[in-house]
Every structure is written in C-alpha cells, then in structure tokens.
T-cell receptor, first 114, second 111 residues
Framework: DGGITQSPKYLFRKEGQNVTLSCEQNLNHDAMYWYRQDPGQGLRLIYY???????QKGDIAEGYSVSREKKESFPLTVTSAQKNPTAFYLC?????????????FGPGTRLTVL | GQQLNQSPQSMFIQEGEDVSMNCTSS?????WLWYKQDPGEGPVLLIA?????ELTSNGRLTAQFGTTRKDSFLNISASIPSDVGIYFCAGQRTSYDKVIFGPGTSLSVIP
C-alpha cells in the first residue's frame, strides 16, 4: 500500500514536554513538508526538506525542529519552546522531477497539550 | 511573500445547487491545484492544472486555469452532502518552488 503515513492519529502531552510526530512515505518522493492547521484556519508551513540531510524553515519554524536522515522519513519535534502547540499537524510530500509532480498529504496528527 | 486569496470564505448551499469558488494571486503561477479537506483528515488532491486556459473535469468538479495565470476557478455541479468540507486552492511557479496555499473556502450543504 503506497502513501504517506502519520502516526499516531491523536497525541496527548503534558505542557513542557517535547513530542515527536512521525511522517513516513513510500512514494520515493524527494521533498517532504510539515504544516500546522488551527481550527477554521488554513495551512501554515513549518519546515520543509527537498533532499536528504537538508531542510529549510517555513513561515512558523520557531519552537519546532526536524531531521531528514532518510528519504522516506521526516519527523517533526514540537519542543517546549513552542508557546501554543495544540493543533492539527499535516505532513506532505512530492516528487520534484517535473512540472506535473504534485503535492500529496498524509492523514494528519492532532496534538493536544494539556 | 506570495499570497493567494480565495472567495467566498464560506458557503451554505442547498443540496442539488451548483457551486462556484475562485482563487486569485498577485503573482503568476504555472501550476494551479485544488484540494478538498474533510473534517479531521488531510487534504486530498482534486484537480491539477498546468496550462493557462486549461479546463479540467473530475466527475462533478470542473476547474479552470485562468488566462492571466493569476487566478483559477472551481465549480461543483449538483452538490451532494458529501461535498461538505474545506476547499483549498494552491499555486506553484516552478517544480522547485514551494506550493503556496490559499486560506480555503468552507462549503456546507443543506440536505
């Protein structure tokens, strides 16, 4: 079964704890992305990576960190420095070999910090 | 930075009605994308457009790539309850650029 998987679907953490969200893809896509979505809001880019061992900050990177050690994996760590971490987190990926290579999303992880 | 505007922000329509929404940009894009997000799920790609003036259909959905390359339109014919969700437009200049997303249009269908 090909696609993008995010686990877990729901995640609860206590305030002050770091938490890592998983994103895996078996589509052999080059680029991977993390977005944050708040209720009734659009998608805001946190971090993205176009190649293994390289990544760039998006529009709201403060309080987050990522790694890209393998092409198929792009975990996101929400650190205690993130002031308002409760949100819906979406991972996406795409090939980058042609103009028709579009971006696909995972099912999302809803993080609630208590 | 680049921004996309979507209108309307939200819509409440009767089942069976047709729906039109649009997306505009201050910059030129070479690819326009339309996604639908169901509550609690990730967005799903509906239609991708790659050429100015292109008109593409996917079932009851039809999308157009504006001739100025600064806008795109999505139409849904004969709406049904499962059309409920948030519709996002997105634009991309080249295959190496980030995809830029609009704020979304929320669609509610009254049975």
């Amino acid at each position: 079964d090909g696609g993008i998987t995010q686990s877990p679907k729901y995640l609860f953490r206590k305030e002050g704890q770091n938490v890592t969200l998983s994103c895996e893809q078996n589509l052999n896509h080059d680029a991977m992305y993390w977005y944050r979505q708040d209720p009734g809001q659009g998608l805001r880019l946190i971090y993205y990576s176009q190649i293994v061992n390289d990544f760039q900050k998006g529009d709201i990177a403060e309080g987050y960190s990522v790694s890209r050690e393998k092409k198929e994996s792009f975990p996101l760590t929400v650190t205690s420095a993130q002031k308002n971490p409760t949100a819906f987190y979406l991972c996406a990926s795409r090939r980058m070999q042609g103009a028709s290579d579009t971006q696909y999303f995972g099912p999302g992880t809803r993080l609630t910090v208590l | 930075g680049q921004q996309l505007n979507q209108s309307p922000q939200s819509m409440f329509i009767q089942e069976g009605e047709d729906v039109s929404m649009n997306c505009t940009s201050s910059s030129i894009f070479n690819t326009w994308l339309w996604y639908k997000q169901d509550p609690g799920e990730g967005p799903v790609l509906l239609i991708a457009l790659y050429k100015a003036g292109e008109l593409t259909s996917n079932g009851r959905l039809t999308a157009q790539f504006g001739t100025t390359r600064k806008d795109s339109f999505l139409n849904i014919s004969a709406s049904i309850p499962s059309d409920v969700g948030i519709y996002f437009c997105a634009g991309q200049r080249t295959s190496y650029d980030k995809v830029i997303f609009g704020p979304g249009t929320s669609l509610s269908v009254i049975p």
